[in-house]
């Protein structure tokens, strides 16, 4: 008896094994398949605009099949990499973003390393003040940081408007207090052991901070320091606000208020210009993934 | 000395964020030569006008929609992600976050010339099937439809990416156990995954209110408020009044009406924050 139904046993439990398998299979053949289809929604803008960047103008109004290049040509690239002023546009922006990433670095390393080590009397307020400060959106400030600037430069008569180094004073609003938030996270996550043996040594804080806080919690550096690079590469209104002059303005700005002149869309030279502007932040996420992603996911977390 | 580590950061706040907080609060009650204090009559003036409360409801609605569409989008695909196997997922992660990683001011001008009123590549591909042109910016359904739609795809990696990471932090023994139990997947999502990821989804959900709320690149690059002030939200259009019709004082109104809803949103947001700070 007992023989009869371990044998009976056997193949259903076979059976059931294979049909569960069989609805792995075909779960995986779905989730292949509508990731195909989010995948191609995600990257049609970007792919079509290297599309168009390899059309000449002709090739464009003579409206043949969009999504084909006929007669590739660099042209676009050859006329905007030698154009004084684009690369003016890609300079003013490659010196605001490394600028703004050491001055972010600096104020927001000590910062945190106060934050997260030494309780002094308001630090946990002015930790939550730092979040909450990074929830103010740019939008909100915008108009009285333009009448700010403008009074400022009546009272003492330095140009502050239409001039890009101001923007070095304000991108930091916009990075510092996620850089300061993310740090605190990784400096409190280093163990108390650590620094305490550092100090018997005869470390001072400076030391502690150069020497195993900065090199044990580097990941969230790098993280930090890549959201302040694409941040301030990124940014759109305040330039747009603060700069006119052809000269002193920014990447994103310049693209969008030069390559576009009234009626006449020069559609291939636009893409091209987004596409040199979208690399940066590109290349960097291609090589630095890891780092990107930990450092999006670390900012709706404490630490 | 912890509280000369912290100076800069504090002068920072203080000089570029709290002032200007409150100096656009002192802007909003003077007139448009910013001379005479007018008290709320810049409200008050705000309240009689159409265009004003079509923004409001302009912003809530692509502010709601957007942040939905995105939340649902973001959970199926993290979904799916999370299904395959370890060693593709990389993969298709990397693919799919490309949309947060582009510049927003860059990709939309990459979305204007798709919606291009006659070169548009997707009018192009619409027409073999016999589906007639679409005034993506033209007409104002369609403009409405059109920035929430970039706003989404933008959007949308960001929700996939934090939803992937709670994802991999529920147990697998927790479905194994249902499994056991004889629970279907709908039921694996509703009782098991939804539950455990409650409080990332509250969180991100907030957070992508306040920025979707406060938007303005997509708006600015895509139809600059119109067709006929129907897309403005109230960043683009507190650019209008106050930038480029140089009422600042209305225009610092205007953008003080953002307040409350993100006011609302980040105070929740920190209960979260904190509440899963006490829970690691």
């Known amino acids: 008896m007992s023989t009869l139904a371990i044998d009976k046993g056997g193949p259903t439990r076979k059976v059931k094994y294979r049909s569960m398998s069989r609805d792995r299979t075909w779960a995986l053949r779905w989730s292949y398949f509508f990731l195909v289809l989010f995948a191609i929604f995600s990257l049609v803008p970007p792919i079509y605009m290297l599309i168009t960047s390899l059309k000449s103008s002709a090739e464009i109004s003579a409206a043949t099949n969009p999504w084909w290049v006929f007669h590739p040509t660099l042209a676009n690239y050859v006329e905007l990499l030698t154009s004084n002023q684009f690369l003016r546009f890609f300079w003013n922006s490659a010196v605001v973003s490394i600028v703004v990433v050491c001055v972010t670095m600096l104020i927001s390393i000590p910062a945190a390393f106060a934050l997260a080590r030494m309780k002094f009397w308001g630090s946990t307020t002015l930790a939550t003040g730092v979040f909450l400060t990074y929830l103010v959106p740019d939008s909100l400030l915008f108009i009285p940081l333009f009448k700010m600037l403008a009074a400022v430069q009546d009272i003492t008569g330095i140009t502050l408007l239409n001039r890009w180094y101001v923007l070095l004073f304000i991108y930091p609003t916009l990075t510092v207090p996620f850089c300061t938030w993310i740090m605190i996270g990784y400096f409190a996550s280093i163990p108390k052991e650590l620094d305490e043996a550092a100090l018997i040594d005869g470390a001072s804080w400076l030391q502690t901070l150069t020497r195993i806080f900065i090199p044990v919690a580097l990941p969230g550096l790098i993280a930090a320091t890549i959201f302040a690079f694409t941040v301030s590469w990124a940014q759109f209104l305040y330039p747009l606000v603060f700069t006119t002059s052809i000269d002193q303005l920014v990447l994103p700005v310049g693209i969008t208020t030069t390559l576009i002149k009234g009626d006449v869309f020069n559609w291939g030279q636009i893409m091209t210009g987004a596409l040199l502007g979208a690399a940066p932040p590109l290349i960097i996420y291609a090589f630095l993934m890891d780092y990107y992603i930990a450092g999006l996911t670390a900012g709706a977390t404490k630490g | ?280």
Not at chain 2, 160 to 188: F, R, T
């Open chain 2, 1 to 280: 000395m912890a509280f000369f580590l912290t100076l800069p950061l504090i002068l920072l706040i203080a000089l570029f964020v709290l002032y200007p907080a409150f100096y656009s609060m002192h802007l909003a009650t003077l007139n448009k030569s910013m001379q005479k204090f007018v008290g709320l009559s810049n409200f008050t003036f705000l309240f009689k006008r159409d265009t004003f409360w079509m923004v409001v409801r302009q912003s809530c609605i692509f502010a709601l929609t957007a942040v939905f569409f995105k939340a649902l989008m973001g959970f199926i695909v993290a979904h799916f992600v999370h299904n395959l196997p370890a060693k593709g997922q990389r993969k298709w992660r990397g693919m799919l976050l490309v949309p947060w990683v582009i510049p927003p001011a860059m990709s939309t001008l990459a979305w204007l010339w798709l919606f291009d009123p006659s070169y548009s590549a997707f009018n192009y591909t619409l027409s073999f099937f016999g589906v007639g042109p679409i005034p993506w910016l033209g007409d104002t359904f369609w403009a409405r439809f059109s920035v929430i739609l970039v706003n989404v795809w933008y959007g949308a990696p960001f929700f996939m990416i934090m939803y992937l990471a709670a994802l991999k932090s529920v147990p697998d023994q927790l479905y194994e156990a249902a499994a056991i139990d004889g629970a279907n997947w709908w039921q694996k999502i509703w009782h098991i995954t939804l539950p455990m990821m409650r409080n990332i989804i509250a969180i991100t959900t907030l957070f992508s209110l306040i920025v979707t709320f406060a938007n303005f690149d997509i708006v600015r690059i895509l139809t600059s408020g119109g067709p006929l002030d129907s897309t403005h939200l109230f960043a683009t259009w507190a650019f209008q009044v106050g930038i480029q019709s140089s009422d600042i004082p209305l225009g610092a109104c205007v953008s003080l009406f953002m307040v409350p809803i993100l006011a609302v949103a980040a105070i929740f947001i920190l209960r979260d924050v904190n509440k899963r700070g006490n829970e690691a």
